[in-house]
């Protein structure tokens, strides 16, 4: 039986906090371990706080859901959108790394590290969408 | 806001971060670390991070900078109790945490300290 | 079939990476094979799973066993020396022959922080000294008494 999606406003500092537990809590009962859960919620923290710092009014949206197989969940999906104002270089901001540790950037090379998938769609005016995927593995 | 209270033992800062923290929250910590670096001249900060189970560039950078801020005010950071998940996340991130001490327990973190700062006032007085 | 398929595969994997304890706060990983991204996140895994278990404050990882050291091995090496630094243990990579250091200074790899040495023994002897503690001649001189076998301490 599927979980209906869960949607997040993001507006604020709290809300990145929000958002990152609620991922956690749905990536531990979805059967992740640890270490996958701690991958997901700082994942989550990273786009989040994009959307806080770099969005129009610094809103936007988290959409959780998990992904269905034939008999059982095969893993989980995190979309963070904004309204804007949108990457003009999608390239730029997935090369910017934080392999050093300095500069501010978008975290977007480390988020994509930790994640299976992530995908970003955007346009200039029209705002900013960020998928990220995970997958269970089974053993 | 979620304050972190900062206790003082002789001559170091001592932090506990017991909740996930808000981004104003980390900055405000540092802010008040730096502060009281500043007035008491402490010599060693430790920060006890075992309950935060998130750590992402955010905070792993704010951490870094309170340790380089720390040993420009002559003041050694040990960070104590980073999760296993929280560890390997953070250098899927790339983030290495250089110029920070960390320890597994206080325990560790204490003996670490003490060992720098005051062997032989501890020799003297039959300790450890 | 596929869950035993899938037993065995970790079976393996476990076997391949072993942590053992060598003394009280020090760990002993032998790196034996090549290390991919996968094997690298099971081992570290294990390996700070240990740390915590143990309290270890030192870990000797032993590369003897690891056949070719290129930017990819050497990254992942490095990765697993941070992720246990991170839990307040001291690294030492153990077993790097000479071929291998050069490999590693032709590369570019940074090693700096990262303390080495050519033998297992060599790096216990370290570590020893970094706890404080030596290995001096018994008091009571040899003892070659035999052990009641069968019995396990």
Known sequence: MAEADIRLPIAGDTDIVAARQEARLVAKRLGFGLVDQSRVATAVSELTRNVVRYATDGRGEVVIRELLGPSAPTGLEIVVRDAGPGIADIEQVLREGFSSGHGLGMGLPGTRRLMDDMQIESEVGIGTTVTIRKWLRRR | ?128 | ?153
Request: net charge negative; glycine share 8%; hydrophobic share 50%.
């Open chain 2, 1 to 128: 806001m979620a304050r972190v209270p900062i206790l003082r033992l002789g001559e170091m800062l001592i932090a506990t971060v017991l909740e996930d923290l808000r981004d104003t929250d980390a900055l405000d910590l540092q802010e008040r670390l730096n502060a009281s670096l500043e007035r008491t001249g402490a010599q060693a900060v430790l920060l006890d991070v075992s309950a935060v189970e998130t750590l992402d560039s955010f905070l792993g950078r704010l951490l870094n900078d309170i340790a380089a801020t720390a040993r420009l005010l002559g003041a050694v950071t040990v960070i104590v109790g980073i999760q296993p998940a929280v560890a390997i996340t953070l250098v899927e991130l790339g983030l290495e945490l250089r110029g920070v001490q960390t320890a597994l327990t206080m325990d560790q973190g204490l003996a670490r300290l003490r060992q720098r700062l005051g062997t032989a006032r501890q020799a003297r007085h039959g300790r450890g």
């Open chain 3, 1 to 153: 079939m596929a869950t035993e398929l899938a037993e065995q595969r970790r079976t393996i994997s476990e076997l391949q990476t072993p942590v053992i304890q060598v003394w009280e706060r020090i760990l002993a990983l032998p790196v034996v094979g090549s290390l991919d991204t996968a094997r690298t996140q099971e081992t570290t895994e294990t390996l700070l799973d240990r740390i915590i278990a143990t309290s270890s404050e030192i870990v000797i990882l032993d590369i003897t066993g690891v056949p070719v050291v290129d930017t990819a091995v050497a990254k992942h090496l490095l990765e697993m020396v941070t992720a246990a630094r991170l839990l307040g243990c001291e690294v030492l990579i153990v077993g790097l022959s000479a071929r291998t250091a050069m490999t590693l200074v032709h590369l570019g790899i940074d090693l700096t922080g990262v303390i080495t040495r050519t033998t297992l023994a060599k790096g216990l002897e370290l570590a020893f000294r970094r706890l404080g503690l030596e290995v001096v001649p018994r008091r009571g001189g040899v003892d070659q008494r035999p052990e009641p076998a069968g019995e396990l301490a």
